[in-house]
Structure formats: C-alpha cells, structure tokens
C-alpha cells in the first residue's frame, strides 16, 4: 500500500510481558516518528529517527521502551516488563525530509492499540 | 505551559452549516509550522491544513480554511459545509523553527471531538 503501514492493529499484553509493534513508513520517507497516544489525549512525542539514526529519544518514558530502524525502512517499538500505564494507542508517522525554510506534512499510521492487562 | 490549547472538548454543529474549532499557541520560535489533523473513530490521524508562522494569507484548502492571527497567537480551524463524514476529533498541531523541534516532531493539544448532526 502507498500509506503508513503499522502492525498489529491491536495488542492484549498481561503485565510483565514484553511486546513489539511494527512500522512500515512511505517507501522513501527519510522520517520516522514514533507517538503515543493515551485514551483522551492528543499524541506525545517519543522518538525520531533520520534513516536509521535515532536523533531523538527524549520522548520514550523509561528505558523500558526501545526504538531501531536498523535499515532506515521499518521501525520496531519495543515496550519491556509493559506496566498498566503503557496502555496506550501507538501512532507511527512518516514524512520527506524538509529542507530549511519548508514544511512537509507527516503522514500517519492507524496505529496500534496496546491493552496491558 | 500549554503549547497548544484547544478549549472545546466537544463541538456539535448541524449538518451544511459551518464550524469553528478553537487553538491557541505558545512558542517564543519566530519560525514555527501549524497543522490540523482529523483523527475518526479509525485511529489515523489524516493531515487537513498547514500554515507556516511566515505566510501572509490564512491557508486554505478546500472546505477547511485557517484563520490565523499571529498577534494573537490563535490558528482556528473554519469547516465550511459540515458533512456527517466530518464527526470526528481535530487536533491542533505545532512544529517549532525552521527544522522543527526535535527534527520537526509535532506537539499537539487535547483536540476537539466535533460531532455533525443531520
């Protein structure tokens, strides 16, 4: 498909457990943002990748929660040890690198629901 | 602070007419980027408009227009003709400077659940 492309759709994780979500970002999309988004809320920002450089982690809440893009492509979220409170709507979204002075829209994922019971 | 306030929780507004959705800002960046984005009941956040802090005209596109006053520091979004297909949330959305904050990540506020009535 051409859009952001995120997997799975919804995660049911008993407390403790580890979990991973999937990102397939627009083929070419030097940009890769990583949001979470709590029940009610507008999303919050946790980390940012420039192909596969993580430039920015300063949103991830604990050093529980992990992000890689290895290739520049596809990113994985990992969430270890998932507490309650990581329930949460995780959005992905993609954009081109801008250049200075102009703006590119980002593009979103469905993103994934993640339940911690 | 708040960076971006949206104070309508809620808004309902009867089908064709239209609609305003509040936002106020706070950056002392003299460069920054105004978004809206529409999330239904899907989950994705789908991008309506964008309005640099350097444009001299509010943005417009199609039956979604921004009235944009820099002074007061408020980026409101206008839907003209409201659809059924339009209930949904609306979120308000700021990437500061040039580059944008952390590389152009978006902060956004509490967003506004906008329901059309037919």
């Known amino acids: 498909g051409a859009g952001v492309s995120q997997s799975p759709r919804y995660k049911v994780a008993k407390r403790g457990q580890d979990v991973a979500l999937r990102c397939d970002p627009i083929s070419g999309h030097v940009s890769l943002f990583w949001y979470q988004q709590a029940l009610g809320q507008g999303p919050e920002f946790l980390t940012y990748?420039?192909?596969?450089?993580?430039?920015?982690k300063s949103g991830l809440p604990s050093d529980r929660f992990f992000a890689e893009r290895p290739e520049g492509s596809v990113s994985t979220l990992k969430i270890q040890r998932t507490q309650q409170e990581d329930s949460a709507v995780y959005l992905c979204?993609?954009?081109?690198?801008?250049?200075?002075?102009?703006?590119?829209?980002?593009?979103f994922g469905q993103g994934t629901r993640l339940t911690v019971v | 602070a708040q960076k971006i306030t949206q104070t309508q929780p809620g808004m309902f507004v009867q089908e064709k007419e239209a609609v305003t959705l509040d936002c106020t800002y706070d950056t002392s960046d003299p460069s920054y980027g105004l978004f809206w984005y529409k999330q239904p009941s899907s989950g994705e956040m789908i991008f309506l408009i964008y309005?640099?802090?350097?444009?001299?005209q509010n943005a417009t596109e199609g039956r979604y227009s921004l009235n944009f006053q820099k002074a007061r520091k408020s980026a409101n979004l206008v839907i003209s003709a409201s659809q059924l297909g339009d209930s949904a949330m609306y979120f308000c959305?700021?990437?500061?400077?040039?580059?944008?904050?952390?590389?152009?990540?978006?902060?956004f506020g509490k967003g506004t659940k906008l329901s059309v009535k037919p």
């Open positions: 959305a700021m990437r500061e400077g040039p580059l944008g904050g952390s590389q152009g990540n978006l902060i």
């Open positions: 309005q640099g802090s350097y444009d001299q």
């Open positions: 990748f420039q192909n596969e450089a993580q430039l920015d």
């Open positions: 979204a993609s954009s081109l690198l801008f250049r200075t002075g102009a703006d590119t829209e980002a593009f």
